[in-house]
């Protein structure tokens, strides 16, 4: 059964910029795509274009929520 509830809410959304705060590839950065069925898991698409899956709870955004690189 698939969880439809994330353990921990994190505000991502299409286009953020994150990066993996946790795991083996930490501090890897990356494009927030999309949750995945599971919605403990995301996709993220890598500076190599490759689109790779990583839990929720491992990201981080790369830049506060609403802010912009100048």
Known sequence: ???T???ETADFKKG????LAEGTYQGTPGV???LRPD???AEIIERSGAMR?????WLQHAEP???SPS
């Open 1 to 3: 059964m698939l969880n």
């Open 5 to 7: 509830h994330p353990a």
């Open 16 to 19: 953020d910029r994150v990066v």
């Open 32 to 34: 927030f795509s999309r």
């Open 39 to 41: 919605v403990n898991w």
């Open 53 to 57: 899956c990583h839990p929720v709870e």
């Open 65 to 67: 929520p609403g802010n």
